[in-house]
């Protein structure tokens, strides 16, 4: 095959993904065009002015969180994401074998002491 040979073939192979992401892109293009041009445009003091759960705000909204919260979402996130690698796992237990069990069974031990760390130094109390 010559390389003009190579590349054609190279091109008609990929040519679907390159017509699906122009597709994907043209859909959101039009979507976001129409959507401007279609919505109703009634700028009035009531709906320009801002609300919270459908009530006048009575402070600042940027006031500032507590850390606490910052780490319970951190401490959410990483937990969720170790769950999340029990899944693959489990699909391919059977091809993976006691060496696959034993290390799971690793990741799991370590999954709990970061757990009961984090439940000692109070890390998951919301108060």
Request: hydrophobic share 55%.
């Amino acid at each position: 095959m010559s390389g003009t040979e190579l590349l054609l073939d190279y091109l008609t192979r990929y040519f679907p993904i390159l017509l699906f992401i122009i597709i994907a892109l043209a859909f959101g293009v039009v979507t976001l065009l129409v959507s401007y041009f279609v919505q109703p445009k009634y700028p009035e003091a009531e709906k320009l002015s801002p609300y919270e759960c459908g009530s006048e705000p009575f402070s600042d909204a940027r006031m500032p969180f507590p850390v606490r919260y910052y780490i319970f979402a951190m401490l959410f996130v990483i937990f969720d994401i170790e769950v999340i690698f029990l899944y693959p796992w489990a699909v391919v237990f059977d091809k993976i074998g006691l060496i696959g069990l034993v290390e799971m069974l690793v990741f799991i031990a370590l999954f709990l002491v970061a757990y009961v760390y984090a439940w000692r130094k109070g890390a998951l109390e919301w108060d």
